[in-house]
């Protein structure tokens, strides 16, 4: 590429420095070292028209990243030695980094194996590059997750075991199935999937609500992470770009795959952005925005005129859309309410929100919040405090596809499951939504392998005969510790405790699950 005496341009220098060390094989056949490039229908034409999303070389990679790192640390260990978990709002707040350790960061560990398989597989030097460099961000994010939450792992409960409970736990096979899906397709669905309709399309919903969560709830040690995976973040973005754009580009009957692709993600990633938005919602003491007000901002919005930009490759908004756009008014309410009712079967704590919560909630959910979920929530709040606190011992239907309890309401009418089921040889499958039932229909030998929690623990297959066995011996969940309400649990009592506030009564903590 480089002609002699002219001097390169940055362009040609970086390309000279990563893809000219690649070259055309001879005693091997092209095919049979990138096996993996054909089989999803992708034509690519010349790799040479792959721009590079950015242009790192490994010797700046290293020197900004260890820049990065070395602040990150002294921050989390000037947070352990000062107990800056005494600094949060409250340890409600603490729930949502269970969440977010056994739900998030085993994806970014799944993020990580996944880059390092794409960044084998692509027969563009350049594209690999950007691959296996995201893999190692990923494998960053993984380990600065467990550092940031190893000194809450010690003064909280529900966060000791979480990619153990990952693998195993009912609602956890939401963000692992998710990720299980990506990373059995090819590499171009894996790309369509991850770097574009996750971490281009819908990532400040992922973001956002945990970041400034963190910042508007006195927690310094995610907030720091958040602000340093910021710059690789842009990364990922433009990475996820170039990738859908390349490969629409490259030949017009990519066009139908990739709408398939883009229908089918961003069906997955708003179900699965369903526990974000509960946690958006009511588990931030402090709330930052509302999930509706998430949703319109960074989907309607911002996906709005994403979708606007592709139009003139043939790329239509995803299918399903107005249902999603409609939902965020609903399912944050939705999906507390289940985890409110399941929590004896949780590694968090659920709760009711306080008046002035509810108040938030009427003020932002104008048209929906009183009319269809205060009452519940009051009748539930009002049952706790008899002595009652509800929970459901009965076990839910869960969708084949996203694997979320089928709790969905139809676009229309709230009051009634979307409930969708069909035949498929010889076998009933059920579903929350037709986007779920969709995506099964498309590839249906795909979604009868899935390991259903629910079935699991029916077929026997998850330690126990009962749930209370299943969750102490199989998903490592310590009974009325890790487990059920907030209000008397024993993270509850060492708040009080840090802050010098008095005991409980007694008659609270005795609301325990049958
Ligand atoms: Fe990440
Ligand atoms: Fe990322
Ligand atoms: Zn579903």
Known sequence: MASKNKKLNLKDKYQYLTRDMAWEPTYEKHEDIYPDESFEGIK???????????????????????????????IFDAFAQNNGQQNITDARYVNALKLFLSGISPVEYAAYQGYARVG???????????????????????????????????????????????????????????????????????????????????????????????????????????????????????????????????????????????????????????????????????????????????????????????????????KYQDVANAAKNHSSHQTWATFYQYSQATNFHTWMPQEEEMAWLSEKYPETFDKYYRDRFEHWDKEQKEGNRFYNNTLPQLCQVCQIPTIMTEKDDPTVFSHRQIKHEGERYHFCSDGCCDIFKNEPEKYIQAWMPVHQIYQGNCGGADV???????????????????????????????????????SRDKTAAA
């Open 44 to 74: 690519i034409i010349n790799w040479d028209q792959w721009e590079d999303p950015f242009r790192l070389t490994m010797d700046t990679y290293w020197k900004y990243q260890a820049e990065k790192e070395k602040k990150l640390y002294a």
């Open 120 to 318: 084998r597989q692509f027969s563009g030097a350049g594209a690999r590059v950007a691959c296996q460099m995201q893999a190692i961000d990923e494998l960053r994010h993984a380990q600065t997750q467990q550092h940031a939450m190893s000194h809450y792992n010690k003064h909280f409960n529900g966060l000791h075991d979480a990619s153990y409970q990952h693998d195993r736990v009912w609602f956890l096979s939401v963000p692992k199935s998710f990720f299980d899906d990506a990373r059995s397709a090819g590499p171009f669905e894996f790309l369509t999937a991850i770097s574009f309709s996750f971490e281009y399309v819908l990532t400040n919903l992922l973001f956002v609500p945990f970041m400034s969560g963190a910042a508007y709830n006195g927690d310094m040690a995610t907030v720091t992470f958040g602000f340093s995976a910021q710059s690789d973040e842009a990364r990922h973005m433009t990475l996820g770009l170039e990738v859908i754009k390349f490969i629409l580009e490259q030949h017009e009957d990519n066009v139908p795959i990739i709408q398939k692709w883009i229908d089918k993600w961003f069906w997955r990633g708003f179900r699965l952005l369903s526990l974000v938005g509960m946690m958006m919602d009511y588990m931030l003491p402090n709330k930052v925005m509302s999930w509706a007000e998430a949703w319109e901002m960074y989907y309607e919005q911002s996906g709005g005129a994403l979708f606007k930009d592709l139009e003139r490759y043939g790329i239509r908004p995803p």
């Open 468 to 506: 209370a066995t299943v969750v102490e011996k199989y998903y490592h969940i310590v009974p009325g510790v890790d487990n059920m309400e907030y209000i008397g649990s024993p993270d509850h009592q060492r708040w009080l405790d840090i802050k010098g506030l008095k005991p409980l009564s007694a």
